[in-house]
């Protein structure tokens, strides 16, 4: 009862504290009373301290298996381990709302701390912006579902966490989600705050710029890591259904990404002004919109959300981000006029403009096929579905749009691109993408999809190495260096351009992977008697037998398949069913030899018990690893572009002394 | 300046016209519209060699399944209409009789469905039956295999 009361009074103290420092942080700015300003300040750390404390409280609750409270009786049991205790604050809404507001007060004073001896025109308007979006996620706690909601009479154990999220990926994924999406406030504060001051110039992008970034890592790692995930354990073979809740993460995604590309085309040529305002809101709306997709109940069925206040509030704070924004770019219309034009239509600008449009094009389409079904059952009664087909149909194509403007962005000039330069830059990466094309055709890719894929691919890859080439020979040239010292230089000297071109590399090879493994895999099913066989692609499984052990949560059943390759053995791999006292049914424990080529991926789908025959499902899916890989290079080029330059500089000098 | 505008107004024009289009083709091919196993029944002969997707229970004791084949087959209700499904391969995790499913698949001449995807229906939140079981319980099932250590 204590932890129950003490909680939900923190969070109405702190949902009292970020309206009143968003209102002295206007007040203060507006009548330069500095003192207003400092209680402001003072008053979004209070605001911070409360909402740790009560997360702290929920973790005590839910560590202490305190099942008087609803939600740790709802997520954890008293059997759980320790971890999967902690994971249970974001193993449903109530939790995970809470983190969103922890991770939100946290920021606003990581922003505040940062900026306001420094930018002290505009942070009380951030300032406010960030409050506002904290009382929001409050409010819903406080008035529609509260996480510290009692429960009587005390259950004498838990009900936990779904088996499917008791695993160590639980730590990880939605965290990531979580700091993108928090992340993306950050900018979206910063645009508020230009157009509420005026000071539309490119302050607000210079100073969101890192912030963006990280967002944008973090929400590329959680989907990444996501998909990684679900392929390992969810026991489809598979890592992306576009379902929903994976859309409503793609979904700010696109913008995000179309927004970190339209900024530069400001910076440079002081145009797309209201554009990039657009896109920053439209992204943080989407962000809230995904949330809403997801935690109201509006999935399962239209009539579902109207049951629940959160959609309602979820709804009303989208409708208020978009109409507030959309009213203060219009009021500030006039200011926001651009002062550049584009000069031809061959040039860098343009190419990223098209870019542009092609991932707002892709975000409309998903964001089409995602509310479809819902507009329909809304309007007309009648339930259809959107299949994955709707969505590979209309993403293949934008997709390799998209690669093909990766290779030929960075090889145009800004400005003007010129005629002999185009030809001297684009020769190169064409012919090294028709050598790999001819060679991919050779190898036996026979399907134009793989083909175009495969141009695309090499085509970028082509104009990074190409790039790379010439900007280290011109150094060392001039410099004298040698080729190592002189690449480091440049990484170092426009990390933000080059730190780019790797993120690119780390796109290509993860869409290299989407499209091998979607388009060349293998599938068989087949029901064996112990001794008996498999073949499929270059291997042969041979079903040994069926083994069980003893789990601290769980049965598992398992099978040993033994993998051979022309006739020697390989491996033995393990695909299992695990289960569950209080589950009706089993769940799978897949098991894969993953290797850069190919993985061998097992399921084993269902088995006798006494273990005379099982039935699995044997997948060969080529190159799914690279997809991966893609997402590590997408970090790794992340890190370059924004590692603080003392830290690197100091690396390299270090690196330098040892050299000499 | 003019010109400049038109020109973008125009390739701005064609691009939107083109994602239209994938957009409209996409949609024709992947819409599937859902129905109930007596909305089939009432529509058969217009619904039949279309692709549709059903929804409904998995009828008590319906559930047939060959391992040698793979053949699955069973019935799925709305409680006022019967419908066959025939499948090959196995059925999803939490596919088990009495528990809702939507089965994704043509509606063949013959008068059954023939499915091509199975979708086994679980609410959001889950909750465990009334009574107890216990990881002994669980454990008698598989007295016959062999023991190891977990792999």
């Known amino acids: 009862m204590m932890i129950a009361s003490l909680g939900h009074f923190g969070l109405f103290l702190a949902l009292a504290l970020s309206v009143y420092a968003g209102a002295a942080a206007i007040g203060g700015a507006r009548a330069g009373r500095e003192d207003w300003l400092a209680s402001s300040r003072n008053a979004v750390l209070a605001q911070f301290c409360l909402v740790t404390l009560a997360l702290l409280l929920l973790e005590y609750a839910l560590l202490t298996s305190d099942f008087s409270l609803r939600y740790v009786a709802h997520n954890s049991t008293r059997g759980s381990l320790t971890r999967y205790k902690i994971a249970g604050l974001w193993g449903s809404l109530e939790g995970s709302l809470l983190l969103w507001a922890w991770l939100q007060s946290g920021f606003a004073v990581l922003v505040v701390a940062r900026y306001h001896d420094r930018h002290p025109a505009v942070l009380p308007y951030v300032q406010a912006v960030l409050q506002g979006i904290s009382a929001f996620f409050l409010v819903v706690m406080t008035f529609a579902v509260n996480p510290f909601t009692p429960l009587a009479p005390i259950p004498p154990d838990g009900r936990g966490l779904n088996p499917l999220l008791e695993v160590t990926d639980m730590l990880v994924h939605p965290l990531l989600l979580y700091l993108g999406y928090v992340g993306f406030s950050v900018p979206f504060a910063f645009a508020m705050a230009a157009l509420l001051t005026g000071r539309l110039s490119d302050e607000w992008l210079r100073l969101t710029r890192r912030w963006t970034i990280l967002a944008w890592v973090c929400l590329t790692a959680g989907i990444f890591y996501g998909g990684w995930w679900s392929y390992r354990t969810l026991g489809w073979g598979g890592y992306w259904a576009w379902d929903p809740v994976e859309n409503a993460s793609f979904m700010p995604w696109l913008t995000g990404t179309a927004f970190i590309h339209s900024v530069m085309i400001q910076e440079r040529k002081r145009m797309l002004k209201v554009w990039n305002l657009l896109l920053i809101t439209l992204t943080f709306a989407l962000v809230i919109f995904g949330t809403f997709l997801t935690r109201s109940g509006i999935l399962g069925s239209v009539h579902a959300f109207a049951d629940g206040p959160v959609g309602i509030l979820f709804l009303g704070f989208l409708a208020l981000v978009l109409l507030g924004a959309l009213g203060l770019i219009a009021y500030r219309a006039d200011a926001l006029k651009g002062h550049g034009t584009l000069d031809a239509l061959v040039s860098r600008e343009s190419a990223f403009l098209l870019n542009n449009v092609v991932l707002l094009g892709l975000c409309f389409t998903v964001f089409l096929g995602t509310i479809f079904p819902l507009l329909t059952e809304a309007l007309r009664g009648t339930k259809i579905s959107v299949g994955t087909p709707y969505f590979n149909r209309v993403s293949v194509p934008l997709g390799l749009a998209l690669l093909l403007l990766m290779g030929i962005g960075p090889l145009l000039a800004w400005g003007r691109a010129s005629g002999p330069q185009l030809r001297r830059n684009f020769l190169k990466p064409a012919l090294l993408a028709a050598a790999g094309t001819a060679l991919a055709a050779l190898l036996g890719l026979r399907q134009a999809a793989a083909l175009a894929a495969g141009f695309c691919a090499c085509f970028v890859i082509g104009a990074i190495a190409w790039e790379f080439a010439t900007a280290t020979r011109t150094r060392a040239r001039a410099t004298g260096e040698s080729w190592v010292q002189a690449w480091a230089a440049l990484l170092l000297k426009s990390r933000r351009r080059y730190g780019g071109l790797i993120v690119h590399l780390g796109v290509v090879l993860a869409i290299v992977g989407i499209a091998m493994s979607s388009l060349y895999k293998v599938e068989r099913e087949a029901t064996l008697k112990p001794g008996e066989r498999l073949a499929i692609g270059p291997y042969t499984l041979q079903f040994q037998d069926l083994q069980a052990a003893e789990r601290p949560t769980h049965i598992l059943v398992w099978a040993n398949l033994a993998v051979s390759e022309a006739g020697t053995l390989r491996a033995t791999l393990r695909p299992g069913q695990r289960f569950y006292p209080n589950q009706q049914t089993p769940f799978a424990s897949v098991d894969a030899r993953y290797h850069w080529q190919a993985d061998l991926y097992t399921i084993l789908s269902t088995f006798e018990r006494d273990g005379s025959s099982a039935t699995f499902k044997v997948l060969i899916n080529p190159m799914i690893a690279w997809i991966w890989l893609g997402g590590g290079v997408i970090v790794l080029g992340v890190l370059v572009a924004v590692l603080p330059e003392r830290r690197l500089a100091l690396l390299t000098v270090r690196a330098k002394a040892q050299v000499a | ?151």
């Open chain 2, 1 to 151: 300046m003019r010109g400049h505008r038109r020109k973008y107004l125009l390739a701005g024009g064609v691009v939107l016209a083109a994602l239209g289009g994938l957009v409209y083709s996409g949609m024709r091919e992947a819409l599937v519209y859902f129905y109930t196993p007596t909305e089939v029944q009432a529509q058969a002969a217009a619904l039949r060699g279309k692709a549709l997707r059903v929804g409904g229970m998995v009828a008590a004791g319906s559930v047939h399944w060959e391992p040698q084949t793979l053949r699955l087959t069973f019935v799925l209700t709305d409680g006022q209409t019967q419908l066959p499904v025939r499948h090959t391969g196995t059925a999803p995790d939490l596919f088990q009789e009495g528990a809702g499913a939507v089965v994704e698949g043509t509606w063949v001449p013959e008068g059954y469905l023939r499915a091509s995807t199975i979708m086994a229906k679980h609410s959001e939140e889950y909750r465990p039956p009334a009574h107890p079981e216990t990881l002994a319980g669980k454990k008698a099932l598989f007295q016959s295999l062999r023991p190891g250590e977990t792999p």
